[in-house]
């Protein structure tokens, strides 16, 4: 292991010697009153085509169409198409910011300030997935993350790098686990519509590379976000009609038995459905429970903003003010550390289970992230 502090020491002798060099990631550090977290409102939408095209508009946008909630249960075989009809998008093509930049550059009108120094009214600019693992993090025990934070005219940008541990994983990832994924996105396309009254077709192809995005705006206690989510539908009848209320995260999940079992999903799985959802306020999660032999054997919707009364009961459990304050402080740590405004400067925030935030500075380095054509667009 690397000394991160010492390189970030040699490499960046001007940072105020007063900056903490880490940030910890203990739960009690940070079990304090829920921060104010202002209510995500929509700025605009993309998708992504199955050739992951750009487009600037809702074409790939899905309705939300569930079997009817009487009579038995489904009847949705999840390995259907696993090996005839599935287009997998390519894991190992790095697309960073990229799509987001794009939206960001074609609408930059909506997003400017009077401060010419500063053409985005935004402190920080990300994927919502990126948010979800920060929000997680102080109960995560497995997987480590990687962040590159640059800043670019008055605005951090955060983008993921692989970790070594991940890119193993997904090489040496089991056909098993491949094949769970696939179910994953076939519940999607067996409880989607391509038209508000339309029902589902599952006969069709399950393209992975195939989006709809929503573009977020948020604050977090003084933090501005700018963020964009992946968006599985919508539901045309929801009693929250507006963007993002009205969309609808689907997830799949093993059927349970026992008690132990859900107090388990509660404390392992629902933390990361519950931030992935209440960041861009997506109002509810539907869940589809698979049997052994890869059928639906129940749904079950949950509200995400009701998901606290769930696991409050459990007094080992993780605790929503616990994520959204540590979020906030990594925030807080990003905006002391990165002070140098460098589209090819690159802070490295890295980040293993059992260890405290660190980072390393990188210049002109494979880190870079910010594409020269935003560059140039933003300078404009
Ligand atoms: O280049 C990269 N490494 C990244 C690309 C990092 C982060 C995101 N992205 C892409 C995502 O794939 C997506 O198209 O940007 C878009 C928005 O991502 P997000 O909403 O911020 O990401 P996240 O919340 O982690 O994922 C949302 C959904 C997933 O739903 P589930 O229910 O599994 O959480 O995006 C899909 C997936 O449906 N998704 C992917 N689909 C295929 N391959 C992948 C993937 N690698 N990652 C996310
Ligand atoms: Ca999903």
Request: net charge neutral.
């Amino acid at each position: 292991q690397e000394d991160h502090e010492g390189e970030s020491k040699a490499k960046h002798p001007k940072t105020d010697s007063k900056a903490p060099l880490t940030l910890s990631v203990t739960p009690s550090l940070y079990d304090a009153p829920f921060p104010f977290y202002r209510r995500p409102a929509e700025m605009g939408q993309f998708s992504l085509d199955a050739k992951r095209g750009f487009h600037g508009d809702a074409r790939q946008l899905r309705y939300y169409a569930p079997p009817p909630s009487e009579g038995p249960s489904p009847g949705f075989d999840l390995r259907d198409g696993y090996r005839d009809r599935y287009v997998r998008r390519g894991g190992g093509i790095r697309e960073g910011l990229e799509h987001l930049l794009k939206w960001i550059a074609q609408n930059r009108k909506q997003l400017q300030t009077e401060d010419k120094g500063r053409p985005l009214n935004t402190d920080f600019v990300t994927w919502r997935g990126h948010l979800t693992k920060v929000l997680t993090t102080p109960y995560e025990a497995q997987e480590g993350w990687l962040f590159a934070v640059t800043l670019f005219r008055g605005t951090l940008y955060i983008s993921e790098f692989e970790t070594e541990a991940a890119r193993k994983q997904r090489e040496q990832r089991s056909e098993l686990l491949k094949e769970l994924m696939y179910m994953g996105y076939k519940f999607e396309q067996y409880m989607c519509a391509d038209t508000p009254d339309g029902i589902p077709d599952p006969t069709g192809v399950v393209n992975t590379n195939e989006a709809f995005c929503t573009v977020i705006r948020s604050r977090l206690g003084n933090h501005s976000l700018l963020f964009s989510g992946e968006v599985d539908c919508t539901d045309p009848r929801s009693p929250w009609p507006d963007p993002p209320s009205c969309y609808v995260e689907l997830k799949t999940s093993k059927v349970m038995h026992s008690p132990a079992q859900r107090r388990s999903f509660y404390r392992h799985k629902l933390i990361k459905w519950w931030a992935q959802s209440f960041l861009p306020g997506v109002s509810r999660i539907v869940a589809g429970y698979r049997g052994p032999d890869g059928s639906v054997v129940g749904l079950e919707s949950f509200e995400t903003m009701k998901i606290f009364q769930l696991i409050r009961e459990d007094p080992g459990c993780w605790k929503p003010a616990v994520c959204m304050n540590f979020c906030a402080a990594f925030l807080a740590f990003l905006k002391t550390v990165v002070t140098e405004d460098n589209p090819k400067l690159v802070h490295l925030f890295a980040w293993d289970p059992g260890h405290p935030v660190s980072f390393t500075v990188h210049q002109d380095s494979q880190y870079c992230f910010l594409p020269d054509w935003y560059v140039e667009s933003l300078s404009a």
